[in-house]
């Protein structure tokens, strides 16, 4: 069973940024694929964006491109989302995923491996 625990949510003012951090407990093919979804009140999860760790491809949910960067130093290191510009729409739980295979990254039940998540608060 993977683990993953993510950190670095916060409060923060609009325009402000914030880098989360996901670490793992394997780094091998059930983590192939590593994702962030978020969560906030009253919404259905979304996909945020995510990274084959394999081949360093990353995918970006429209609401985020060019603001938020998914990264990965090396495929047995922690996965960090780096959020710029932020806006009090980006306030939600954000959660670590990791699968083996994900055909449609974005879709929540593609993903069996989940963090308990941290809390992005952002305030205009």
């Known amino acids: 069973q993977v683990q993953l625990v993510e950190s670095g949510g916060d409060s923060v003012q609009a325009g402000g940024s914030l880098k989360l951090s996901c670490a793992a407990s394997?780094?091998?093919?059930?983590?192939?694929?590593m994702g962030w979804f978020r969560q906030a009140p009253g919404k259905e999860r979304e996909g945020v964006a995510a990274?084959?760790?394999?081949?360093?491809?990353?995918y970006y949910a429209d609401s985020v491109k060019g603001r938020f960067t998914i990264s990965q130093d090396n495929a047995k290191s922690p996965v960090y989302l780096q959020m710029n510009s932020l806006k009090p729409e980006d306030t939600a739980m954000y959660y670590c995923?990791?699968?083996?295979?994900?055909?449609?990254?974005?879709?929540?039940?593609?993903?069996?491996?989940w963090g308990l998540g941290t809390q992005v608060t952002v305030s205009s």
């Open positions: 394997e780094y091998t093919f059930r983590t192939k694929y």
């Open positions: 995923a990791a699968t083996v295979y994900a055909a449609d990254w974005s879709r929540r039940g593609g993903w069996p491996y």
């Open positions: 990274i084959i760790t394999s081949d360093g491809r990353t």
